[in-house]
């Protein structure tokens, strides 16, 4: 179900211009939201959210 509700998100907020928005940050605001919402329950995600930096170790303005 999570998965679902992240590929709906990508989908419906999807910008190839920022790149943070469309991956780590995805997830991370998808969770948020189903935690919030009265229809999940008492369900638990089970999920680990790393931090953006394993994502991206290299930072955009490092790229030349």
């Avoid at 509700?5 to 189903?34: H, M, P, Q």
């Avoid at 680990?48 to 030349?64: A, C, G, H, V, Y």
Wanted: overall charge negative.
């Amino acid at each position: 179900r999570f998965i679902l509700e992240c590929l709906k998100e990508f989908f419906s907020t999807y910008d190839d211009k920022l790149l943070r928005w469309n991956g780590a940050e995805l997830v991370s605001r998808t969770a948020a939201r189903i935690v919030n919402r009265s229809d999940y329950g008492d369900q638990q995600l089970h999920i680990k959210i790393e931090p953006t930096s394993k994502f991206f170790p290299i930072s955009s303005d490092d790229i030349t």
